[in-house]
């Protein structure tokens, strides 16, 4: 059974900054995997924050990130990052990592279409 495991959520003031870790264990990497980092606000839907190709390494992010999160992935550990700058409360809500295999390098930022889950690390921004 395929396993993802969130770590280094917290709380912390706007402007500050926080660094997210998603080991995975018990997956064999084909060609090409999506992983990605999701997050779900109270009341609200989840959605995508950033995704990264283990293929070549491309990455795509949410307009609402961009230039503040950065998506990305060490081999040897088998672990997922997402280092987070300038959060805002906006930022605040449970955060998953997600597994989609076999992608195609399709960079899709659409939780239904990932496979593997993590539990989820909470984020919580204010002051």
């Known amino acids: 059974q395929v396993q993802l495991a969130e770590s280094g959520g917290g709380s912390v003031q706007p402007g500050g900054s926080l660094t997210l870790s998603c080991a995975v264990s018990?997956?064999?990497?084909?060609?090409?995997?999506?992983m990605g980092w999701f997050r779900q606000a109270p009341g609200r839907e989840r959605e995508g924050v950033a995704v990264l190709y283990t293929a070549g390494g491309a990455t795509r992010y949410a307009d609402s990130v961009k230039g503040r999160f950065t998506i990305s992935r060490d081999n040897a550990k088998n672990t997922l990052y997402l280092q987070m700058n300038s959060l805002s409360p906006e930022d605040t809500a449970m955060y998953y990592c997600?597994?989609?295999?076999?992608?195609?390098?399709?960079?899709?930022?659409?939780?239904?279409?990932?496979?593997?889950w993590g539990q989820g690390t909470q984020v919580t921004v204010s002051s």
């Open positions: 018990r997956y064999t990497y084909g060609y090409g995997s999506c």
């Open positions: 997600a597994l989609r295999p076999g992608c195609g390098s399709s960079l899709v930022l659409t939780p239904d279409l990932y496979i593997y």
